[in-house]
């Protein structure tokens, strides 16, 4: 992203809780908005100015009428700013048990892991900083052996960090899917930015794409309500004695995510979490 105009859309939220604001940024993902901020009692989303409809986003705002929470909304113009200046003042390399790098194109001369991972971060769809795309990756290299050869779905791959983790651990085939066509060609590029362009296929859609094929591991970093909404989806897609991992969701949720996903024939396996973020393991049964 070059200097261009941004309108910056609040969205007060009451109750206010991040889940809440988790479930509205879900509602209005469809909308070509490129970044989302969080900040108590607010959704903060930023569009191009020449991208934004009031009355597209109305619509979408006015549907959510029975989840509990009111909403409130007003939009500003931005002065330009020169978003990739912002992301090299603010993007850090993250380092993975000693174990993987995520780092953005400028940084350089790094330390190299055994995996080295290289993004082009767009503000919308993830760097790894937080702490659930830092637990599924924290998964994949503890389930190494689980991982080569297999077939990899990466659910709301962003930037693709996990997908291209999973094909440098030796994947034999990974697609991701995101709902937001900028993410998804986000994730392409990034995947041929790190060689694995190949391996890795990148889709815009949602979970109703699934049924165009069978995996042996599945990852879904998302939110709560979509990951119950599509257990059964996932369920059904992964092959037998394959393995789900889960996260962005809070611990108090586990309970829920379990017994949703053993009504569909998942077994619990192990959890992680980091700041009351949780990563489930679930694995589907042999029968």
């Not at 049924?211 to 909404?229: E, K």
């Amino acid at each position: 992203m070059n200097s261009q105009e941004y309108i910056e859309v609040t969205v007060k939220i009451l109750p206010f809780s991040e889940e809440n604001a988790e479930i509205v940024m879900a509602e209005i993902s469809d909308l070509p908005f490129e970044s989302f901020s969080i900040e108590d009692p607010y959704l903060k989303c930023y569009i191009q100015k020449e991208e934004y409809d009031a009355q597209d986003l109305k619509v979408v705002l006015s549907g959510i009428d029975d989840m509990g929470f009111t909403l409130e909304h007003s939009a500003n113009l931005m002065p330009a700013v020169n978003w990739n200046a912002l992301w090299e003042s603010q993007f850090t390399p993250i380092v993975v048990d000693g174990k993987c790098t995520i780092k953005a194109t400028f940084h350089k001369d790094l330390k190299r892991t055994r995996f080295n991972i290289t993004i082009d971060p767009k503000m919308a769809f993830g760097t790894g900083h937080h702490q659930t795309t830092f637990m599924m990756c924290r998964a994949l290299l503890e389930n190494e052996s689980e991982i080569k050869g297999k077939v990899v779905m990466d659910m709301g791959c962003g930037t693709a960090i996990l997908a291209i983790l999973a094909a440098k651990m030796g994947a034999a085939k990974v697609y991701g899917i995101d709902i937001d066509a900028v993410a998804a060609i986000s994730a392409y590029d990034n995947a041929r930015m790190n060689k694995v362009g190949k391996i890795v296929e990148t889709w815009c859609g949602d979970a109703s794409l699934l049924q165009m094929g069978s995996y042996d591991v599945m990852l879904a970093n998302i939110n709560r309500n979509i990951l119950i909404q599509d257990m059964h989806t996932y369920a059904r897609s992964l092959r037998r004695n394959g393995l789900l991992f889960v996260s962005g969701f809070y611990l108090e949720d586990m309970p829920m995510l379990i017994g949703t996903a053993a009504g569909n024939g998942l077994e619990y396996v192990s959890h992680d979490t980091i700041d009351n973020w949780c990563c489930i393991k679930f694995r589907k049964k042999r029968e």
